[in-house]
């Protein structure tokens, strides 16, 4: 798979996407600006931990790309191993082969660790700090130790996805309920890590802000007027990191009027969620309810990269078949099996594992929904699902007494349910029509035009916003200097959204383009209905108006020429062309 996507141009980490921020951070953490401050003194925008992964492999390889992504998939096997040690421990060494190979085929977890993104991080520390919590309770002692490296694991975790936080405070609670001193240990590993961005963002800009500063801007995102339980656009709001690091700030201060803190603008932006909460209790419950759906769900909610699109794309990523579809219904029938004390920990310690999948589910529904936010989620019900294989597995085998059948019961009664959850379509764009765009836009800026054109026919018939489609692709056939080609699909935008302004602007820049290559060719009357169309839809277009009116004054029509280039200089006053024709038609 590396292979295949590895030079992909939609796939580079380049402008201002989480990609290109993060690859620009982690070079210049790379070229000694360790505390990164260059920025700025602010605190961490966006997760820490990527950025410093990411300059360490830049160091050892001379900036490498290849090298992160390689270490990407060491670490994702290294997870395999991981998901077959925990799941031993909690149930059996068959339910440890089940859930390794179900993991190791989940198509969505291999995809993202091909890509610059932080996500590729987050399955191996899940599993990293999952597996150091199934030794804790496995260990007889309750060895100290194991929990401070459970909690460390867990800081890591947080400082990658930074509300996983709440997940190793969750579980530090549970396991104080059953032992003391192993969820002290827990939260001392974990504060041992927290610590670091901590001080950092104090020493860079002395603030007290925990890991990223992020979190307030991205609740309003998915809490409010217009939200739809995934990423959408606020106004005033650049969609992406450095546009939102730069944009949140002068929004909050110019809607406060005063200069405000990193944390200020995060606590503005979480204010104004949680009064929408307040106005709206009843709609905030429904979009939670469909947020909480959205993280169990098989259907793909893409942000920035649609797996969905690549696996049509890749036949290896289309055998990596394994998804929510199957982990979610099997996986938490195996969850609730070992609550029930029917693996090898008693349910007590059972749920001191389990919790983390609840809590990290509200938690991703608190915000917005994003598929690459889910991918923590794979491991622990990878695990669940290799149990309850051989839970059912063992029970069926029996056949020998109702009391060994009511595991089989249990699972159908979980897993049936959440199988038509999973499945049941929510109406979601899984960001095919936006990758496949980019892919078109890509065959248009490099010259392969019969294949972008067969694409976009096929395109067009299913994007959901045709008219913005074509406009995109008139402006890429513009750029291309293929104007015969931009026209069109130009036009086919403004039949669809009809009274486009901007598109009428570009419209009308194209047809004076056009108009100008076959003037300089010499032909003159070919011209002339460009220039007319271009005059017509941009009334605003001074440089058409002129060139009409000198292709005019030389066929002799020297009245409209003259009203022509006056109108020309009265929406450009001081259009030197527009006053030497005057003058020469004077």
């Known amino acids: 798979m590396l292979a295949r996507f590895d030079a992909h141009p939609l796939l580079q980490p380049t402008g201002g996407m989480d990609s290109g921020v993060y690859a620009r951070l982690a070079a210049d953490v790379a070229r000694g600006d360790v505390l990164l401050r260059g920025p700025g003194p602010v605190p961490y925008f966006v997760s820490p931990l990527y950025i410093y992964f990411l300059a360490a492999v830049h160091a050892l390889s001379g900036g490498s790309l290849l090298a992160a992504k390689v270490v990407q998939i060491a ?18 060494d068959r339910a440890a082969l089940v859930a390794g190979i179900l ?12 890509l610059i993104l932080q996500a590729a991080l987050d399955p191996f520390l899940t599993a990293l700090f999952l597996y150091l919590i199934a030794v804790g309770l496995t260990e007889g002692s309750f060895s100290s130790k194991v929990w401070l490296a459970a909690g460390a694991a867990g800081g890591l975790l947080a400082l990658n ?22 969820a002290v240990a827990l939260l001392a590993g974990t504060a041992a890590i927290v610590a670091l961005p901590l001080a950092r ?11 990223s500063s992020h979190g307030g801007l991205n609740f309003l995102v998915g809490n409010g007027p217009g939200a739809n339980g995934v990423y959408r656009w606020l106004d005033g709001i650049t969609p992406s990191v450095s546009g939102q690091a730069a944009d949140a700030k002068k929004l909050a201060e110019r809607e406060t009027g005063r ?11 979480a204010r104004r969620a949680f009064t929408w909460v307040a106005e709206e209790p009843g709609k905030a419950a429904r979009l939670f309810a469909r947020k909480l ?8 909610l893409s942000l920035n990269f649609s797996a969905a699109w690549y696996r049509r794309e890749s036949v290896l990523l289309r055998l990596l078949a394994v998804g929510p579809w199957l982990l979610v219904p099997l996986g938490g029938a195996g969850l609730v099996l070992a609550v029930l004390g029917t693996g090898k920990l008693s349910g007590r310690d059972a749920a001191v594992w389990v919790s983390f999948v609840p809590v990290y589910a509200l938690l991703v529904a608190a915000f917005f929904v994003a598929t690459r936010y889910r991918l923590p989620l794979s ?13 059912v597995l063992s029970s069926l085998r ?3 007494g109702k009391r060994e059948q009511k595991p089989v019961l249990v699972a159908a009664c979980v897993a049936l349910p959440l199988f038509v959850l999973t499945l049941w379509p929510t109406g979601i764009d899984d960001g095919s029509s936006e990758e496949e765009t980019q892919w078109v836009l890509h065959l248009i800026d490099t010259g392969e035009a019969p294949e972008a054109a067969a694409r976009l026919n096929v395109l067009a018939k299913t994007h959901p916003t045709p008219g913005l489609l074509w406009f995109r692709v008139g402006e890429a056939w513009a750029a291309a200097g293929r104007l015969d080609d931009a026209i069109p699909a130009l036009e086919r935008s403004l039949a669809i959204d009809t009274g486009q302004k901007e598109t009428e602007k570009v419209l009308s820049a194209a047809h004076e383009r056009r108009a100008l290559s076959r003037a300089v060719a010499g032909d003159t009357a070919g011209a002339l209905p460009d220039l007319e169309e271009a005059v017509r839809l941009d009334p605003s277009n001074a440089s058409a108006r002129l060139n009409l009116a000198a292709i005019l004054a030389e066929k002799g029509d020297r009245v409209r020429a003259r009203e022509l280039a006056a109108e020309a200089l009265h929406l450009r006053p001081g259009y030197e062309k527009a006053e030497a024709l005057l003058r020469a038609l004077k």
């Not at 200069?259 to 932006?269: G, I």
């Not at 759906?293 to 793909?300: A, G, K, P, Q």
């Open 75 to 92: 670490l994702g096997t290294a997870a395999v191993g991981l998901v077959w040690g925990m799941t031993r421990r909690l149930f059996d």
């Open 293 to 300: 759906w959205y993280v169990f769900s098989n259907d793909e």
């Open 379 to 391: 491991v622990p019900l990878a695990a669940g699902a290799g149990g309850a294989s051989s839970i």
């Open 398 to 400: 029996k056949r020998d």
């Open 259 to 269: 200069p405000l803190t990193t944390r200020e603008v995060s606590s503005f932006f």
């Open 161 to 182: 996805r930074p509300n996983a936080l709440l997940c190793v405070a969750a579980i530090a609670v549970v396991l104080a309920f059953e032992r003391f001193r192993p």
């Open 103 to 114: 993991y190791a085929l989940t198509g969505v977890v291999s995809f993202h660790e091909i």
């Open 201 to 211: 963002n104090l020493i860079v800009s002395g603030e007290p802000v925990l890991i």
